[in-house]
């Protein structure tokens, strides 16, 4: 009877509703000033192409009509969604709820798995890959020549399809000897590069490689002028158009006898790994998939790309590579937690089959933390099919290329899924938590209900709830908060700091860029960064400091800080940084374990106890003032500032870039994660899990952590379209908190500085954030 149900709930949606697109018959004037807010943010489009990029040989550069993204929104009008009718997510879209966020079906029959599939497919057609045409029917095929190498038979072929037989695609096949049939393991050219291919081919797979590929690999892409044959008809993006040209070779290997069809493995690097991905979600003969650091649309969701992960950022890929992925995708800037299907949704639509998600952990384009997010996601569509198996997650030490170490794993599980080998893949995860699996270890059970209501009208009562006067009465109630945040800390263990620490993974992750004239020493466990001509200490004196905590960087941790490290120094601050727990050189484990050594203290404690233990070394340091210790950080790192400095009187000024949103009015779907962040996501805060649907009982909040840092100086930079938090309740919270500042007569001394910007750390803001802590020294 619940399935009847969930079916007619279904197939009413079906009716009323078209899920592949948003409504765009009328010009809604919010979704324009959403344009026009994201327009205003966003660089110019490049003209010319970046990086490594190679010139395209078409004229036209988003698609046959449109040279620039600006052009194709001029061109085709479309507009943003209106995102604040769009629901939030705290985690990945779902696999197995159809219509997630609406009538909210849960995938209970095969049938609605694939009413899901078809949602899924849709969906990122419309937002990500663009539609590709049909398979077609006309191919053909022309052998170019053939020869003999060793025992191996090469044959070099060109297929002819598509209307009129313009679309050409050229092929190589490496044969084994034998009649067959035997598995075939493809992939994409890549010029004096054919150790992947003989490594399969030793283990008895015909090799097969295509010309479909990014010209920087030595050769022309066969698939540029599949655009023009059939555009308009089909927009597919260039990524969509090298996998769907990986199912042309698919169309001409079923001709052939020797080939089993049901033994058909799929790979592809970097580029090439997101468009085996994409391949694989659409064509079923594909049966096998490993997608090789694919990072940003590849093993890595859009969500958790964002700028506060600094890792490749969609706004950043779409604008590099404006013709990888659709032209719609740009749209999310800002707001990726609304995108309705993200790349976990494209591996689950290769279930039952083949997949494992590789890539280095520490490259500095990627987030292993997202990647195994997604893979968790797509393995209950593997769970709900049967085939748990068949989905292998493994995330490799070394660099962005595999070695070829690396890929004979990744052949162990082409052969272990085609049943040609029994060695199974490892699976191990680095971030291996779960508020179910911390409760577990903790054995805490704490009922929300026994906390009192919490709200801001009571930031100036005293415990007899009298009004609070004077600063010397404000004074005596900051103990009380500090002990109700200790309380969210956990139970710190008795400990020191942990001194100098060596580690061969620094040379790995690699050291900040920084610019001439910057001094480097090792320091504790972090670096010293100070001006080699140093007026200050020439002079007798010692120099101010700041501490910077960097953002959610899981596979960088500080090595992408160089920027803001050199624009201190250069400023004449010393600047002291490092990797905090689980980022970086820390992210294997002492972060893995850390509750299975822990379980009643939090990631989130252990990283105050380093900027604590971090103030002590600096206070001795012969070249810093005392006196003058700040910190500062973006993200995850401005949130790690703000319970340091309220907890700790000796940071002598905090900055908070993007670093909070109030808790208690946090409630699920006002952000993009909620509390959740804290408790579920990134396990800093796992106590805050028991406050889910009751946050307005948790027994703290921003604005009593921002007040026990009065009267020290402190800059609060809050964008004003932060998809992570609410700023008219950030602004709510300062004007509370300027109230105790008020008591001291210091009010000058709270900033909160709003740009019309989403949640990043961008150079107007770190211009800002200088010439504020230059300020405070005068």
């Known amino acids: 009877?619940?399935?009847?149900?969930?079916?007619?709930?279904?197939?009413?949606?079906?009716?009323?509703?078209?899920?592949?697109?948003?409504?765009?018959?009328?010009?809604?004037?919010?979704?324009?000033?959403?344009?026009?807010?994201?327009?205003?943010?966003?660089?110019?489009?490049?003209?010319?192409?970046?990086?490594?990029?190679?010139?395209?040989?078409?004229?036209?550069?988003?698609?046959?009509?449109?040279?620039?993204?600006?052009?194709?929104?001029?061109?085709?009008?479309?507009?943003?969604?209106?995102?604040?009718?769009?629901?939030?997510?705290?985690?990945?879209?779902?696999?197995?709820?159809?219509?997630?966020?609406?009538?909210?079906?849960?995938?209970?029959?095969?049938?609605?798995?694939?009413?899901?599939?078809?949602?899924?497919?849709?969906?990122?057609?419309?937002?990500?890959?663009?539609?590709?045409?049909?398979?077609?029917?006309?191919?053909?095929?022309?052998?170019?020549?053939?020869?003999?190498?060793?025992?191996?038979?090469?044959?070099?072929?060109l297929l002819r399809f598509g209307p009129g037989q313009k679309a050409v695609l050229h092929i190589t096949l490496l044969i084994p000897p034998g009649d067959g049939p035997f598995p075939v393991f493809i992939c994409p050219w890549k010029k004096d590069r054919y150790d992947w291919v003989q490594a399969a081919v030793r283990r008895g797979y015909i090799g097969c490689r295509f010309t479909a590929t990014d010209p920087k690999y030595g050769y022309p892409d066969d698939s540029e002028a599949y655009e023009a044959i059939w555009w308009p008809d089909y927009d597919f993006s260039a990524l969509m158009r090298w996998g769907w040209a990986a199912s042309r070779t698919i169309d001409y290997l079923y001709s052939l006898r020797e080939v089993n069809q049901e033994q058909i493995a799929l790979t592809g690097l970097s580029r090439n790994g997101k468009s085996a991905l994409w391949a694989a979600a659409y064509d079923d003969r594909i049966k096998a998939v490993v997608p090789i650091s694919g990072g940003t649309g590849g093993e890595n969701p859009f969500r958790y790309t964002t700028d506060k992960y600094n890792s490749e950022t969609m706004p950043l890929l779409t604008w590099a590579r404006p013709h990888w992925l659709h032209p719609r995708l740009p749209l999310f800037t800002g707001w990726e937690s609304k995108l309705p299907v993200d790349q976990n949704s494209l591996m689950a639509l290769i279930a039952p089959r083949g997949l494992m998600l590789t890539s280095s952990v520490t490259e500095s384009a990627g987030n292993p933390w997202g990647i195994e997010q997604a893979y968790l996601s797509a393995r209950k569509a593997y769970a709900f099919l049967g085939a748990e198996d068949k989905i292998a997650i493994d995330l490799r030490q070394g660099l962005h290329a595999p070695s070829m170490r690396d890929m004979e794993r990744y052949l162990h599980f082409f052969d272990y899924v085609f049943d040609r080998g029994d060695i199974k893949p490892d699976n191990d995860l680095f971030y291996d938590y779960s508020f179910s699996k911390w409760l577990d270890l903790s054995s805490e059970v704490i009922d929300p209900l026994t906390f009192p209501l919490g709200g801001l009208d009571d930031l100036l009562l005293d415990p007899q709830s009298e009004v609070i006067q004077d600063s010397s009465t404000w004074i005596k109630k900051i103990p009380e908060i500090r002990q109700r945040i200790n309380w969210g800390l956990g139970e710190e263990p008795p400990s020191v700091g942990p001194g100098p620490q060596s580690d061969y993974l620094r040379e790995v992750v690699g050291m900040p860029e920084i610019g001439p004239g910057i001094e480097t020493q090792p320091l504790s466990f972090g670096y010293l960064y100070y001006p080699t001509e140093n007026p200050v200490a020439a002079k007798g004196g010692k120099l101010p400091a700041v501490i910077y905590l960097h953002e959610y960087a899981y596979s960088t941790g500080i090595s992408k800080t160089g920027d803001i490290i050199s624009g201190l120094v250069e400023a004449g601050f010393a600047v002291y940084v490092f990797d905090q727990i689980g980022f970086g050189t820390r992210l294997f484990e002492e972060s893995r374990l850390f509750y299975d050594r822990f379980p009643k203290w939090s990631k989130m404690g252990r990283m105050v106890a380093d900027v604590r233990w971090s103030v002590d070394v600096l206070a001795e340091h012969e070249l810093i003032d005392a006196n003058k210790i700040y910190v500062a950080g973006y993200s995850l790192g401005g949130h790690v500032g703000l319970y340091s400095a309220a907890l700790d009187s000796r940071i002598a000024g905090l900055v908070s870039v993007c670093g909070f949103t109030p808790m208690r009015s946090n409630t699920p779907g006002k952000t993009g994660e909620g509390i959740y962040e804290y408790s579920h996501l990134h396990g800093l805060l796992p106590r805050l899990g028991f406050f889910l649907q009751n946050e307005d009982r948790i027994p703290y909040d921003v604005h009593e952590m921002l007040a026990a840092v009065a009267p020290r100086p402190m800059l609060v930079i809050a964008p004003t379209w932060d998809q992570y938090a609410s700023f008219p309740d950030i602004r709510q919270s300062v004007d509370e908190v300027k109230k105790v500042y008020q008591l001291y007569g210091k009010q000058d001394r709270l900033r909160l500085w709003a740009p019309e910007d989403y949640n990043r750390c961008s150079d107007e803001m770190k211009g800002q954030v200088i010439t504020w802590l230059l300020d405070q020294l005068k």
Not at 31 to 55: A, F, H, I
């Open 1 to 157: 009877m619940k399935n009847i149900f969930s079916t007619l709930l279904l197939l009413v949606y079906l009716l009323i509703g078209n899920f592949t697109e948003p409504l765009r018959s009328q010009e809604d004037l919010t979704q324009k000033r959403y344009l026009e807010r994201l327009l205003q943010v966003s660089p110019d489009d490049l003209t010319v192409p970046s990086g490594d990029q190679l010139p395209r040989t078409s004229p036209a550069h988003i698609s046959p009509e449109d040279f620039l993204w600006r052009d194709w929104l001029t061109r085709s009008g479309e507009l943003p969604p209106d995102f604040d009718e769009l629901p939030s997510f705290p985690f990945l879209p779902d696999p197995l709820i159809i219509d997630q966020g609406g009538t909210n079906i849960p995938v209970e029959t095969m049938a609605q798995w694939e009413m899901k599939r078809e949602e899924m497919k849709k969906l990122a057609q419309y937002w990500i890959t663009g539609t590709p045409p049909p398979a077609p029917d006309n191919l053909t095929a022309e052998l170019i020549d053939e020869k003999k190498i060793g025992p191996l038979t090469e044959r070099n072929l």
